[in-house]
């Protein structure tokens, strides 16, 4: 054999152990206090991945927290609640419109629960008001229920500010949205939790995830594994040095010990869709988190009988055992 042929057959398979290398930072954790350590540095880790690591630390204080600068658009009153259009501060750049409903009855102990509300690939910020398509309406019902809801458009497939990542813009304008409305005089911020299908499910695992203030996460129509992800999907929820570190088990697993629902359906096929079989490993991994947390049956698996849709009465039930006083 040539010395040339052998130093490429070598480098070759160097190149290839390399891209089949395990992930590195896989939850392993035998005890509560080792989860709880692997969930803080993992979150950390993802910061600096996610390249939002400094937006993250000033919201905890309040002289670096950015301002929301409220504009309202529009208002308009609904049988049982009022939506309101309105305008805050993402970024000192960038503006973010919101929807935001709030329930026209008292609420029980002066402050409404609320679900952060989020859709996937090609809706807006109405789409999960919208009966019509795979939402089927999920926000509505949970306003309708006395839930404040809120939703935001996420990102679809530009990055705004230089030194960002995609992945990481839609979570931080999610966050804002959350952090404004953990700051209403009208809302319980101990009763927030987050909803979504699609890439909405997969925001819903990044949000309940990265933010222990969430209490309660439904992720509909994405519970997968990253090999799934590579084969027909659309490459956005991809960055650099996620699947070095991580499979999406691992992510679901840093919402533990907090209630978690997914749910897929089985008409999902791969590639291109997100097929029970391929949930219900995934779901082994996040049941391990769970149990070291002392929390089975906390994270639940809901296989139903439809496609790639939002199912509303247990996704809603969900949320109001979970949020509800
Ligand atoms: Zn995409």
Redesign the pocket.
């Known amino acids: 054999m040539r010395p040339l042929f052998l130093i490429g057959l070598m480098l070759c398979c160097a190149a290839s152990s390399l891209a089949q290398a395990p992930p590195q930072r896989r939850f392993a954790a035998a005890t509560a206090e080792e989860a709880k350590r692997w969930q803080a540095a993992s979150r950390s880790v993802l910061l600096d991945l996610l390249k939002m690591k400094d937006q993250w630390d000033g919201r905890s204080n309040p002289a670096t927290f950015l301002p929301f600068h409220e504009r309202r658009i529009r208002t308009n009153l609904k049988e049982k609640y009022t939506i309101h259009e309105i305008e805050i501060n993402s970024t000192v750049q960038r503006r973010l419109p919101i929807v935001l409903t709030i329930p026209n009855i008292n609420a029980a102990q002066g402050k409404y629960p609320a679900v952060v509300c989020i859709h996937g690939?090609g809706g807006t910020r109405f789409s999960v008001y919208e009966p019509q398509g795979p939402y089927r309406a999920f926000a509505q019902t949970l306003a309708e229920k006395g839930f404040a809801t809120i939703s935001v458009d996420v990102g679809?497939?530009k990055v705004h500010e230089e030194g960002r990542t995609l992945m990481g813009e839609r979570l931080w304008d999610l966050i804002r949205a959350y952090d404004y409305l953990a700051r209403r005089a009208d809302v319980d911020a101990e009763r927030i939790g987050c909803a979504g299908l699609s890439?909405g499910g997969e925001m819903a695992m990044w949000l309940g995830a990265m933010e222990p203030g969430i209490g309660a996460t439904v992720s509909s129509g994405f519970l997968t594994t990253v090999a799934n992800m590579r084969e027909g999907h659309?490459p956005?929820w991809d960055f650099p040095g996620l699947t070095e570190a991580f499979d999406f088990s691992d992510i679901y697993s840093l919402i533990a010990p907090r209630p978690l629902l997914c749910q897929i359906g089985k008409q999902e096929r791969a590639p291109g869709g997100f097929p029970p079989e391929i949930a219900q490993a995934a779901m082994k991994g996040i049941d391990r988190a769970y149990g070291v947390l002392s929390a089975k049956g906390k994270a639940e698996l809901e296989i139903h009988p439809e496609g790639h849709v939002f199912i509303v009465p247990t996704g809603v039930a969900f949320l109001e055992k979970h949020l509800k006083p």
């Open positions: 690939h679809q497939h890439l659309c956005c």
